[in-house]
């Protein structure tokens, strides 16, 4: 080889190998950037509150108590609102959401018994409910409309029964419909 | 093979026993949930079935194709016979027992929890007690890979190991490791739990603990299909491997960055805060770094191979490659499938991306495209690369050898893509039946049948893969020659210390898994109120 004008094959895999490298790293920067980005930007932060609840006596006392679930009307003073659920087996409740569009919502959702899933089909709302904890959940419905809300974690045998529905109204629609309640669902 | 045959081919036949169950099972489940089907009267059948298959296909299956492949590496690469056979029968024969023990009370209906566990949901302690056996069975196979290595590099002292040697033991380490969360989920919280010695348990923990192992198994299920695209297609094309140091490199990188990036299963969990979801995404960005580093060395040496056939301009050595044989033509496909699973795994690992398809029917098409697709199909391959030398006979016909490659990769596409699509509609995982009367539903109806459909295409593939394994079991014997591994472009006379041994290694993994573990696990001594009473699946 040494008289042999071509390159040495070690350096040929060598160069071609550092140029790819580097291509390498550049597309792990990309991801690791638009990773950054969406998350600081649009504030698209997975439920991380570790906050756990005594998820034996949820239906005796406390926040989760059966007259504090639903929706409330009354908005937090940063302007949002609350919406609190049980998913138990093998049901939601309320099994009928009801929310005002264009307003952010904090859904708060624990579980009596087993390991739950909460989705929104059609948005980003998307929590695992693991009993012993609250998941909190933050979102905001741009248009009125009706989404399904399936439990999304195998709960026992029950589990494909699981399904609930989120009613979006428009705020002027929600406001009116509800004057003068604290909590609502679809069953008011 | 230098008198270890019995032992690899036990290990195959045993692997491709499972799977002649397993598989109907998922065909199976797609079909009953399909609106092809009515409802199914007892759905509790179905979520039997997803726990057997499951359990299969997690915990059994690749397991002993990981061992039997391992041996097969040992003896090849090393050109020695396998020490420590006795406990590499006692190995086999734990797996069996486990797996037996774990499915037969699967099948009885004790155990309808699904192979994820997830406790408080509690099943018949035998089901978790067959696979804490199968798991240490596979922990002596560990040893004796790892054994392996060592008494080689004993007998030829700064010699590079083997490249086939280096990953086979990579992939020990990764999974003696990584089982560990797994084995202790089992050994401290289920077991116990499952015996009534404890009354609670700590579902938050237990999803923790799996997640240590959930998603490392998946890399060492994968481990034996980059062995071989490493050691066997180079060869199989007619060409040589671009880069022994690479190949190196790459298993080393997944032996780092597959374990401490689990908690990426847990973005959508309350239990865990937003900075260790955050860690674990960075550190699931360079797990890709490896199958990047893989792909470019694996296309590189396609290209020698298809140059030296005379393959001539930019793309026409594509042409010439050798299409015909079952390894070139499996890995063409492997890699299709890994880079569309590739690209769903990207948007599930994006911390932000993944709550529109968290636990959906997504995450199912991008598990089977990569693991049942890119990573079975590469076991089908190395099934039929060794079969001629394990059985002494030819394989009874190529032409149906590429049949069966062809049909399980269109079979597998066409299953997972429609799968992709209803999960970005909202579809959940894990469900036996689904109202497609519902208007909301009904646009996932046409989806769900094409990929029930394409269930049989995968069904037949399955049945001719056993056809031909067994038929070319009973051809008349043949001559055969010795099996060979490829060669690099500059076979590495020695190497650095880094690239040899695995000392350093195993202490920055040691480091990372306490870095990027050790708040998340040891949190759970200071929450309070998080443990919560079982509830038990058992039949009554």
């Known amino acids: 080889m040494a008289d042999s004008p071509q390159k040495p094959a070690t350096e040929v895999v060598d160069t071609a190998e550092r140029g790819w490298a580097y291509a390498v790293g550049g597309v792990v920067a990309i991801v690791f950037a638009v990773i950054v980005y969406s998350g600081l930007h649009w504030a698209a932060q997975p439920p991380s509150n570790v906050e756990t609840i005594d998820a034996t006596q949820l239906h005796v006392a406390g926040e989760f108590v059966e007259a504090n679930l639903g929706t409330e009307t009354r908005p937090q003073p940063d302007g949002s609102i609350i919406v609190r659920v049980i998913a138990q087996q093998y049901s939601f409740v309320p099994s009928c959401i009801v929310v005002p569009a264009d307003t952010p919502i904090t859904f708060r959702v624990t579980s009596p018994d087993v390991i739950h899933g909460f989705l929104i089909a059609g948005t980003n709302v998307n929590s695992m409910v693991v009993p012993g904890f609250v998941s909190e959940v933050r979102a905001q419905f741009d248009q009125p409309g009706e989404h399904l809300m399936p439990c999304h974690e195998y709960c026992s045998v029950g589990h494909a029964g699981m399904w609930a529905v989120v009613k979006v109204l428009s705020r002027s629609e929600f406001n009116s419909a509800y004057i003068g309640e604290e909590r609502v669902s679809c069953a008011r | ?540």
């Open chain 2, 1 to 540: 093979m230098h008198g270890s045959s019995r032992l690899i081919l036990a290990h195959f036949w045993a692997a491709f026993a499972v799977f002649a169950v397993a598989i109907p099972l998922g065909v199976w489940q797609m079909w009953v949930r399909s609106p092809l089907h009515e409802w199914l009267p007892n759905p509790e059948l179905y979520y039997r079935a997803v726990t057997a298959h499951g359990t299969t296909f997690a915990y059994v299956f690749p397991t002993l194709i990981a061992m039997g492949f391992g041996y097969v590496a040992c003896v090849v690469s090393l050109g020695r016979p396998l020490h420590g056979v006795r406990l590499a029968w006692l190995a086999y024969w734990l797996v069996i027992a486990g797996a037996a023990l774990a499915l037969a009370t699967v099948a009885a209906g004790d155990a309808t929890v699904l192979y994820t566990f997830y406790p408080p949901l509690s099943g018949s302690p035998n089901y978790y007690l067959g696979i804490l056996i199968a798991v240490v069975g596979s922990w002596i196979w560990v040893g004796l890979m790892i054994s392996h290595f060592l008494r080689w590099k004993r007998d030829y002292p700064g010699l590079p190991v083997p490249l086939a040697m280096f990953a086979t033991t990579a992939g020990a380490l990764l999974w003696s490791w990584t089982s560990l969360g797994v084995g202790a989920e089992i050994i401290f919280m289920i077991l116990p739990n499952a015996y009534g010695w404890t009354d609670t348990v700590d579902p938050g923990l237990a999803r923790v603990l799996f997640s240590w192992t959930l998603h490392a198994i998946v890399y060492f299920w994968l481990i034996p299909a980059y062995i071989a695209f490493y050691t066997l297609l180079p060869q199989a094309a007619g060409g040589r491997l671009y880069s022994d140091k690479m190949g190196r490199v790459s298993f080393l990188l997944l032996l780092i960055f597959s374990m401490p990036i689990g908690v990426h299963h847990l973005y959508a969990d309350p239990q865990i805060g937003a900075g260790f979801k955050f860690l674990h995404a960075v550190f699931t960005g360079m797990v890709a770094v490896p199958t990047l580093l893989t792909i470019f060395t694996i296309c590189a040496s396609l290209e020698i191979a298809g140059r030296l056939r005379g393959g001539r301009g930019l793309l026409g050595w594509v042409a010439a490659l050798p299409w015909d044989r079952p390894m070139v033509l499996a890995s063409a496909m492997s890699l299709v499938m890994l880079g569309l699973g590739g690209a769903s795994g990207l948007i599930n690992m994006s911390y932000a991306l993944n709550s529109t398809i968290h636990n959906t029917q997504w995450v199912t098409g991008h598990f089977h495209l990569i693991y049942a697709g890119a990573v079975v199909i590469m076991y089908f391959a190395i099934a039929y690369e060794f079969w001629p030398h394990l059985t002494g006979r030819p394989l009874v016909s190529l032409k149906l050898v590429r049949l069966q490659l062809w049909t399980w990769c269109i079979g597998m596409l066409a299953t997972t893509l429609p799968w992709h699509y209803v999960g970005l509609l909202g579809e959940p995982r894990r469900m036996a039946y689904f109202d497609f009367t519902n208007p909301l539903m009904a646009p996932q109806a046409f989806w769900d049948s094409m990929s029930a459909i394409s269930g049989l295409i995968l069904l037949f593939s399955a049945a001719l893969l056993l056809y031909i394994l067994i038929a070319s079991h009973r051809t008349p014997a043949g001559v055969m020659d010795t099996p060979r591994l490829s060669l690099a472009v500059e076979p590495p006379r020695s190497l650095p210390r880094s690239l040899n041994s695995f000392g350093i290694w195993i202490l920055l993994v040691a480091a990372l898994t306490i870095a990027n573990y050790g708040f998340p696990i040891a949190q759970f001594l200071f929450v309070k109120n998080s443990s919560v009473p079982a509830y038990s699946v058992e039949a009554p």
